[in-house]
């Protein structure tokens, strides 16, 4: 099937619609595997024939209908989908009476009057996540077809707000790709039409536009008929639902992997950029990678040569009991374990940090759980470190002077006079409960295991150094002291805070360990090192794993059904697979951690 370019066309936008150094996904399945055996572009089948590509051939499955809607995420450049389409309806001497959403959204400064109150102060890094619903936004009358002309296209975020009845289609954009989009000023927040400086913006996204998107599309996703990946720009792939949701029903029973993304930042290293040789070599360093967080990732299908991106929430709408079993009615549609890398191997120490407390991520942000972390050490250079807990002779006075006039004055200060630092090994745990204060330092490859939020960081200090913009980082201490746990020190630290392994079972050919985390950790972490296979059951819970010592392994289902990951590769397998086992691919023996979830009451 030929393939038009991956270009905007005839909207004038600039070529720096999407920021940074990151290739665009290919439209098709075509992509060289990379000697490490790490896949950057995860696929799961949905059988031949099944995805569609380009905007005429979706036009020709409109033209079928005499009124539709067209639904979709905030960053999809809705012009350029007007304008291909209409290409298509000209060619057939179709009349088009386009309604778009855009035009029927109420006043600017009603909008941002109802959006202010979630958004903090100016300046500041956070919000509150916001309670209004998407039609709030808007003056949603409903929409007839108009009687002169042949097709009637409602069409714009909320489409679906104005036609409760026509076949619906929704235009998907991944998260990394709109947040590309964002830096390059090409998108805007719902209703505005310019861009605000790049951290206003993203916490406007965060905490009210992504909010009230991702509640609408849950609420119209039975309704969706054709599922659209918006991420091309000038051209589109599409599928139908019909063929869509069986397959992510039919995943949610066995085993799944997201698409990983990857972003460089000022304390990034070097680990990920020498051993993923199909990352692009042009970024400066890669900081993280968003291997497993919910609000994040997407899922990628192919069929016939093509790929597919939707948003991993949809899979949670979709089939949330069957993911989560006995855990979701606790969590919602929300993916509670996030997995992610620091990479600070030959770069920096992360800033000094700490998170909230349950009560005050609730009572300030609107979270409903908060950010408890571990380090998990995949890798390490010699000398490697991790920050974590106070010395014992902590002032937390003093501390906060020094804090506050390094701030001020651009002073350095000597950390390690206040914070412990412990020297870090491969495949070491540490707990990081929430209030902890905390850093990796320079010289790791960390697996950060931890509870899904993840952009409430409190930093205190770090290290008088820029951002890659050239501008200095937050630095948050009064958040910090609201929430640090001064009685976190001293010798304590070493045996609350870095886990001690518990060897569970063993026999000549494996060994289960387990790896305790903290009482205030909602998940607990095992580790299996096997020769030949290991067998577990899901206990009705989701499991989340990762090779992070050896080759590869095969995952084979109760149904018999066989999929491999690589070393360093994150899978999820759902509460609904009952049992898997798994076998190793390589010669010398293997080792995967295992995430779950305790029992409600349980410590760690």
């Known amino acids: 099937m030929e393939i038009s370019p991956n270009i905007i066309k005839k909207n004038d936008l600039l070529p720096s619609w999407r920021t940074g150094t990151q290739p665009l996904m290919p439209m098709q399945a075509t992509f060289p595997k990379d000697a490490s055996g790490y896949d950057i572009y995860p696929l799961h089948t949905l059988g031949d024939g099944r995805i569609t590509n380009g905007y005429a051939n979706l036009a020709k499955w409109i033209m079928k209908y005499r009124q539709v809607a067209i639904d979709g995420y905030a960053g999809v450049f809705w012009d350029t989908v007007e304008q291909e389409l209409s290409e298509t309806f000209r060619e057939h001497g ?29 300046g500041t890094v956070w919000g509150t996540k916001c309670s209004l619903s998407l039609k709030d936004l808007y003056e949603a009358e409903p929409v007839d077809a108009e009687p002169g002309a042949d097709l009637t296209v409602v069409i714009g975020p909320g489409a679906s707000l104005f036609d409760a009845v026509s076949p619906l289609i929704y235009i998907d954009l991944p998260k990394n790709e709109l947040q590309l989009r964002m830096r390059a000023g090409s998108v805007f927040n719902l209703g505005e039409t310019v861009s605000e400086a790049d951290g206003e913006m993203y916490k406007r ?45 039919k995943m949610a029973k066995h085993v799944f992997r997201v698409r990983p ?4 930042g000022a304390w990034g290293g070097h680990w990920m950029k020498d051993r993923i040789g199909s990352l692009s070599q042009e970024e400066v360093n890669y900081a993280w990678s968003f291997e497993l967080i919910v609000p994040e990732n997407g899922i990628l299908f192919a069929s016939s040569g093509l790929v597919l991106e939707i948003s991993f929430d949809f899979l949670m709408f979709c089939c949330r009991n069957q993911v989560m079993g006995k855990h979701a009615e606790r969590f919602g549609d929300a993916f509670p374990i996030r997995f992610d890398f620091l990479d600070t191997w030959k770069g920096g120490n992360l800033s000094i940090q700490c998170h909230p407390s349950l009560s005050y991520i609730q009572q300030e942000f609107g979270e409903t759980i908060t950010q408890d972390e571990t380090y998990y050490i995949l890798d390490c250079e010699d000398n490697a470190g991790v920050y974590l807990g106070f010395q014992d002779d902590i002032d937390p006075g003093s501390f906060r002077r020094e804090l506050e006039e390094s701030r001020d004055k651009k002073i350095p200060v000597d950390i390690e006079k ?92 494996e060994k289960l360990w387990h790896l305790p985390t903290h009482a205030d950790h909602f998940y607990d972490v095992y580790r299996a090192e096997f020769d030949k296979e290991f067998t577990a059951s899901t206990n009705n819970g989701p499991q989340v794993l990762m090779v992070v010592e050896g080759t590869a392994v095969s995952l084979k289902n109760a149904d018999g059904a ?24 390589g010669k010398e023996r293997v080792k995967v951690v295992i995430a779950f979830l305790k029992e409600v009451g349980r410590g760690g």
């Open 94 to 122: 179709l009349t088009v009476n386009w309604v778009r959403t855009g035009e029927r959204m109420k006043p600017l400064e009603t909008i941002r009057g109802l959006v202010q109150p979630f958004l903090g102060m100016p």
């Open 261 to 264: 993304w990857f972003e460089p």
């Open 562 to 585: 066989q999929t491999r990951y690589h070393y360093a590769e994150t899978f999820v397998v759902p509460a609904a697979a009952e049992t898997f086992t798994l076998v190793n691919e």
């Open 418 to 509: 206040y914070v412990q630092l412990h020297p870090a090994h491969k495949h070491d745990l540490f707990l990081i409960p929430n209030g902890t204060v905390h850093s990796a330092a320079a010289g790791n490859l960390v697996l950060e295991i931890s509870a899904t939020p993840y952009i409430f960081t409190f930093k205190m200090y770090d290290w008088l150094r820029l951002g890659l913009n050239g501008e200095p980082r937050a630095i948050n201490i009064d958040h910090a002291f609201n929430n640090l746990r001064f009685e976190r020190k001293g010798e304590k630290v070493k045996t609350e805070l870095i886990a001690a392994p518990v060897l569970l079972r063993q026999s000549p050919e």
């Open 205 to 249: 996204f965060y905490f009210v536009d992504w909010v009230l998107l991702n509640a609408h599309k849950k609420d119209i996703m039975n309704r969706i008929a054709v599922m659209a990946d918006g991420q091309w720009g000038g051209n589109i792939n599409w599928c139908l639902t019909a063929d869509l949701y069986p397959a992510m029903r």
